[in-house]
């Protein structure tokens, strides 16, 4: 009798991107108004990225079961983890009082120095196109109820 492995790596991940895409997934349906795709309220796009997120978990489990070389999962990177969960926070805490583009800014400069070898120079002009991205899409392309200006600068 043949037992089949498991890539556990690809397991792991894909268990891991589906929790995450339906905890927060929930807590955006709960919480927050979705709103129609031309009138998004601030729920949508938490729910489009959790959708995205379930998709490519179980795409990963898939993988996982059908794929039987054994792949180690490796050492878990922490660095990665907490700066990362720190430019989430960061973002949190900087779009009310300091506008979409300042949070956005803020968010992808922490983020990026997940990374041991980032560039502080390609950093902030990647962070500052991000930002100047994600203002014309979601702000006037999108019409995203965010404040340009927080209460920081009288927006």
Do not use: E
């Not at 079961?65 to 989430?88: C, E, T, Y």
């Not at 041991?116 to 999108?142: E, M, Q, R, W």
Request: proline share 6%; hydrophobic share 60%.
């Amino acid at each position: 009798m043949h037992v089949r492995s498991v890539n556990l790596k690809d397991l792991g991940s894909g268990l891991f991107f589906c929790a995450v895409g339906v905890l927060y997934g929930s807590i955006s349906l709960v919480s927050l108004p979705i709103g129609q795709v031309f009138n998004m309220g601030p729920g949508f796009f938490p729910i489009m990225l959790c959708g995205i997120l379930l998709v490519i978990g179980l795409a990963l489990v898939l993988r996982s079961l059908r794929n039987s070389d054994a792949v180690p999962f490796g050492q878990i990177s922490w660095r990665a983890i907490v700066v990362v969960s720190l430019a989430i926070a960061a973002f949190a805490l900087l779009m009310a009082p300091a506008g979409l583009p300042i949070a956005v800014f803020a968010a992808t400069l922490i983020a990026a120095f997940a990374a041991p070898k980032a560039n502080p120079l390609h950093v902030t002009l990647a962070a500052a196109g991000i930002s100047i991205f994600c203002t014309g899409v979601f702000l006037f392309g999108a019409q995203m109820q965010a404040p340009l200006l927080g209460y920081w600068f009288g927006g």
